[in-house]
């Protein structure tokens, strides 16, 4: 399709507005065809920047390496362009939009000469669904197209619901390397120094601006910019939620079935989460989403949730057939890999995929031949796939997704994980007291910061509130409060209700002392009673916590080890307390919703009494 035969006169206008800016050698509007993403394919081998993969092992899948500068979002040059600096809060970098527009201006001009415009009409949700939201990428790099393929819902059937009049999120895309004539990326994964890299949202305008970058979420603009930040915006202004969580299903022995969903910061484990294959007998685990989901009120006073993706982009290291099968069945044809190692044999390979690498050789995410790996570990550094590493995956290749996916009506939600990284302090599992410690608990959450992010804290531990931090479109403050008012304007009876785990505790040795994946079915198990009012708790100053014989011990953690991660740490929770009303609080000045003080009040009090 071109341009001209574009129905909706504001879309044709902004496309040809971008037309002279950006000075593209063409420009295409996708369809959405299995034929276009072969042909997105077959360009980005044409260039060198794709490998095809075995076709017996991987069919319709292929490999890319990117720059080493351009691994995973860059925090530091994200910014939300609102037109007053506090309505983006401490937590967001802010430029004003005026000022940011014309930078970035400047920046597009010519920036996709020798290339090819891609409009990409995309739908976060199901086409047509009354929850859906339209956006319009253009982009010059067909990585980003196939990728859009994938992970959202692209084409002529999108412009169709658009019609002549809809509204839409525009999202210009730019990698930031214009070619000269007769230039070719040959084998250059094209992107523009990080210094120039722009990853701009602009709340009011519902505008996304992006430049510099062609990796994952600062590419791929469906996801973290309008799913998240520019979605969080709209969810604020209309009541609702739209959250960085998973979606699960999970049905209990007797055939009884809840929905929860779960926040965790990037790389900690969502996806393994989403897929897990429960150890206990008689449940079962299945998959609505594995990343963002968004959630409205129904009639009946509950929350209902739809995931706005089609796919998956997960962390590929890690993943092997014991921590998540299902993730690796999804994977197996129509897949994109980005910086994995590639095998003699024409297989992705990758740090903890469960077993070496077969041959003699094994070219690296940087493209470097390395000999091949006898084990499924490398040296710190040295890794053959990139941490960040990823694959992308149609969700419907998922095995175990639910049938309910797509259900434009969403499903009710019973329950909301919160939970990070944390080596110490934080037990397996605890339940909020009632709607508002739930929201204290989740402005709280803290988390080691993980190679999903081009930063220098990796390994630390940073407050990650709702794990929303690099994702919320205006101030933090100012989201507390919307999830203090949705309690307040609701019968909390009905509302979801709130637990907080961690799988990741360590002993003294450093060892993660909870084995983690299937086994953390037993905490789902008990989060399951609790929402039918079963299963044994104590109450404790910081919730409800599991009596001892609640949750059944997996093979190898002894009955102290688990004492030791359903306790209560008084010291680590009164440096937790002191930590947040010196350092994190303080962050939001008077936009602190006061009911959170109060909560931090009543905690610490509960620990002196
Ligand atoms: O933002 S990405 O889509 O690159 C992945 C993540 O951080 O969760
Ligand atoms: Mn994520």
């Known amino acids: 399709m071109n341009v001209q035969e574009l129905k909706h006169p ?23 065809s299995k034929a276009e993403y072969d042909r997105m394919i077959q360009i980005t081998i044409d260039a060198g920047l794709a490998t095809p993969l075995n076709s017996e092992k991987l069919p319709g899948s292929v490999l890319f390496r990117s720059d080493p500068s351009d691994v995973a979002r860059v925090e530091n040059r ?38 090819t415009m891609y409009v990409i009409p995309f739908s976060m949700g199901p086409v047509g669904s009354d929850i859906a939201k339209i956006g319009v990428e253009i982009t010059d790099s067909p990585y980003v197209v196939a990728n859009m393929h994938i992970m959202t819902r692209v084409g002529t059937k999108v412009l169709e619901v658009l019609g002549s009049s809809g509204v839409y999120v525009p999202c210009f895309h730019s990698v930031g390397k214009p070619l000269g004539p007769g230039e070719k990326d040959q084998g250059q994964w094209p992107c523009a120094p990080l210094d120039k890299k722009y990853i701009s949202h602009f709340p009011e305008t519902r505008e996304i601006w992006s430049y510099g970058s062609g990796y994952g979420g600062n590419a791929l603009l469906g996801k973290k910019c309008l799913a998240l930040r520019i979605a969080s915006v709209l969810a604020r202004d209309e009541g609702w939620l739209a959250e960085h969580m998973l979606i699960l299903k999970i049905t209990n022995p007797e055939g009884e ?13 969502k996806t393994n989460l989403a897929m897990l294959i429960p150890i206990l007998p008689g449940w079962k685990v299945e998959t609505v989403g594995d990343d963002i989901a968004w959630m409205k009120f129904g009639k009946d006073g509950r929350l209902y949730a739809i995931n706005p993706e089609a796919g998956f982009f997960g962390v590929a290291p890690g993943t092997n057939n014991e921590s998540n099968r299902n993730a690796m069945e999804s994977c197996k ?94 037990p397996l599992v605890n339940q ?25 804290q990796v390994g630390q531990v940073r407050r990650d509130p709702f794990a929303m931090l690099p994702f919320c479109g205006y101030h933090m403050g100012d989201y507390f409060k919307h999830w203090i008012k949705l309690g307040q304007s609701h019968d909390e009876s009905k509302l979801p209700k709130i ?38 708790a104590e109450e404790t100053p910081i919730g409800f916590l599991p009596t001892l014989d609640a949750i059944t011990r997996p093979q190898g953690v002894s009955e102290t080890d688990m004492q030791e991660i359903l306790k209560v740490d008084i010291d680590g929770w009164k440096a937790e307390i002191a930590d947040v009303r010196k350092n994190h609080y303080p962050k939001f000045g008077d936009k602190l919703p006061k009911e959170l003080y109060t909560e931090l009040d009543a905690i610490e009090k509960r620990f002196n009494a």
């Open 432 to 456: 909020a007291k009632s709607w508002i410690h739930g929201v204290f608990m989740g402005s709280i959450v803290g988390s080691e910061v993980t190679a999903a992010v081009i930063s220098d």
């Open 333 to 426: 044809k129509n897949s994109i890999f980005t910086n994995c190692g590639l095998t003699e044999d024409g297989d992705v390979w990758w740090e903890l995929i469960g077993h070496g690498a077969p041959g003699k050789e094994i070219i690296d995410w940087k493209g470097n031949k390395r000999p091949a790996p006898q084990s499924d570990k490398s040296p710190k550094g040295e890794e053959i796939a990139h941490p960040n590493a990823r694959f992308t995956a149609p969700a419907s290749q998922c095995p175990c997704i639910a049938k309910e996916w797509e259900d434009p009506a969403g499903v009710p939600i019973s329950a909301f994980l919160f939970g990070g990284r944390r080596p110490k302090t934080i």
């Open 499 to 536: 637990f907080f785990v961690n799988w990741f505790r360590k002993n003294d040795e450093g060892k993660f002392i909870w084995p983690g994946y299937g086994e953390n079915s037993r905490v789902l198990a008990w989060i399951f009673d609790r929402c039918s009012g079963k299963g044994k």
């Open 78 to 115: 994200t910014y939300i362009a609102s037109e007053r600096e506090e309505d983006a809060g401490p937590t967001n970098n802010w430029i004003n939009p005026a000022e940011l527009k014309k930078i970035m201006t400047e920046l597009y001009k010519g920036s996709m000469k020798g290339r």
């Open 257 to 269: 079935v809840k929905y929860i969903t779960g926040a965790f910061p990037s790389a900690c484990g």
């Open 10 to 32: 504001g879309l044709k206008q902004w496309v040809e507005d971008a037309v002279a800016l950006m000075s593209p050698d063409s420009v295409e509007v996708c369809d959405g």
